[in-house]
């Protein structure tokens, strides 16, 4: 499998589960999973975890902004 050059590239779940920035975060987790890897399953794994823990990390920061 190859690298995926553009979100457009990526699978129909992937491109209607996530917002664009998420999908080029997957894309380079993606990408970068399947060089090292070389296993297309577990470069999608990857990529989905790398997805999740980005958006707790964010709901996190997002948190502790609020001053309540």
């Known amino acids: ?3 995926y050059q553009t979100n457009q590239d990526l ?3 992937v491109r209607t589960a996530l ?4 999908q ?3 894309r380079v987790a993606f990408n970068s999973a399947l ?4 296993e297309t ?6 990529a989905w975890s ?4 980005q958006a707790v990390s964010l709901n996190s920061a997002i948190g502790e ?3 309540f």
């Open 24 to 26: 080029h975060f997957y």
């Open 19 to 22: 917002t664009q920035s998420a």
């Open 50 to 53: 790398a997805v999740r823990n």
């Open 11 to 13: 699978p129909e779940n």
């Open 41 to 46: 399953e577990k470069a999608h794994h990857i």
């Open 35 to 38: 060089q090292w890897y070389g």
């Open 1 to 3: 499998k190859m690298p």
């Open 65 to 67: 902004a609020v001053p």
